[in-house]
């Protein structure tokens, strides 16, 4: 079996599939790997670094050679429709690949009669633990959060007792307690601050106070639903939400919002309304900007200064630190290749509700997309 990862192509994506560390791993599965020429100096691995691990190097001049001789392609972001089409009949591509967002790139793989599974669509069960990406990269995604945070509010974290005076403790407000909310969480009670945070599900609580945070009760309708996700909520229970949390929004020095849905547009939890009275200084963290944003201003990539108060948009927050967010993502492809070989084989079985969750197209057919 050939698996072959090839360098990034989407714009500001720092982050490669494989590791040099999971080439014996995957080695012992039966593949021979081959990655293309420079595909994780971003991530600050060398081809010298591959070739000693045991792949072979392939130059830039014969990836579409490779990508038609090839097994199983693994990538971060989904392969561009043009690399797609390339796929020999059989061949299996791994991506963060989005039914909602990559209609070119499943239509390109469709037509090339090949498979793609998407770590987007990864059924997040105790089995398939290791194989969620989207929880390894939200990991990074939190902690990224909370230093952009301390880096741009113009205060200190912690508590300070000096000579000159007492600093208080900056406050941070993190809504939604996911994996990221919670490293988020983690990381700033670390860093000194005071910690709150809001979630919807009930199951967040005693999570949140694990790490140090101190939990919002605002005495609503608990929304937990299947799969470690929140239910959508009606709009006269977010209106009410959005009220009762506008208090605690006001007294923070730094907010951090997390919540979001795959494949979805992100809720919209913080209006401009319920930001016009933080103090200036103050600083809002919006992870979800890149699917709408939770905050009503924030824009995916930018930072924006709304009445002395910094708003930055979240965009590619995990390709931001590549080198562990890498290593993460391909012990998660070296997860999900465990399940797929069998007796040195491939072997996709969409009995298994892995692969029947995260299968986007199968031998050319299209399961999920619009």
């Given at each position: 079996m050939k698996l072959f990862v090839p360098a990034e192509t989407r714009e500001g994506e720092a982050r490669v599939a494989l590791v040099p560390d999971t080439v014996p791993k995957l080695a012992k599965l039966g593949f021979e790997v081959a990655v293309e020429s420079g595909a994780g100096v971003a991530s600050s691995i060398s081809d010298d670094t591959y070739r000693e691990a045991g792949a072979e190097v392939i130059a830039?001049?014969?990836?579409?050679?490779?990508?038609?001789?090839?097994?199983?392609?693994?990538?971060?972001?989904?392969?561009?429709?043009?690399?797609?089409?390339?796929?020999?009949?059989?061949?299996?591509?791994?991506?963060?690949?989005?039914?909602?967002?990559?209609?070119e790139t499943i239509e390109a793989i469709a037509g090339a009669k090949a498979t793609a599974l998407s770590f987007d669509l990864v059924p997040r069960i105790s089995r398939a633990q290791s194989m969620d990406a989207l929880t390894s990269q939200a990991l990074v995604s939190g902690y990224r959060a909370t230093l952009v945070g301390a880096q741009l509010l113009p205060k200190f974290f912690p508590l300070f007792m000096t000579a000159a005076g007492t600093i208080p403790p900056?406050?941070?407000?993190?809504?939604?307690?996911?994996?990221?909310?919670?490293?988020?969480?983690?990381?700033?009670?670390?860093?000194g601050a005071l910690v709150s945070a809001y979630d919807v599900r009930a199951a967040s609580?005693?999570?949140?106070?694990?790490?140090?945070?101190?939990?919002?009760?605002?005495?609503?309708?608990?929304?937990?639903?299947s799969g470690g996700y929140a239910k959508e909520m009606t709009e006269d229970r977010a209106a009410k939400q959005r009220e009762l949390l506008t208090p605690y929004i006001t007294a923070s020095d730094v907010l951090i919002t997390t919540a979001a849905v795959p494949g979805r547009q992100a809720p919209r939890l913080v209006t401009?309304?319920?930001?016009?009275?933080?103090?200036?200084?103050?600083?809002?963290v919006d992870l979800a900007s890149e699917t709408g944003g939770n905050v009503e201003g924030s824009v995916a990539g930018e930072i924006v200064e709304e009445d002395g108060i910094t708003i930055w948009g979240a965009k590619d927050v995990a390709s931001s630190m590549p080198v562990h967010a890498s290593q993460l993502y391909a012990m998660n492809v070296v997860a999900l290749l465990?399940?797929?070989?069998?007796?040195?084989?491939?072997n996709l079985d969409l009995e298994d509700e892995v692969f029947d969750g995260c299968g986007v197209v199968v031998n050319g057919e299209i399961r999920k997309g619009n």
């Open positions: 830039e001049q014969h990836v579409d050679a490779a990508l038609g001789a090839t097994d199983v392609i693994a990538t971060v972001r989904p392969l561009d429709p043009e690399r797609a089409a390339k796929l020999k009949e059989g061949a299996i591509a791994l991506s963060f690949l989005q039914p909602a967002n990559d209609t900056a406050k941070v407000l993190v809504l939604g307690a996911g994996v990221a909310g919670l490293q988020a969480i983690a990381t700033a009670k670390r860093l609580a005693d999570e949140v106070r694990s790490m140090g945070g101190t939990f919002i009760e605002l005495e609503l309708d608990e929304l937990d639903s401009a309304d319920m930001i016009k009275d933080m103090k200036a200084g103050s600083v809002i465990g399940l797929l070989v069998s007796e040195g084989e491939l």
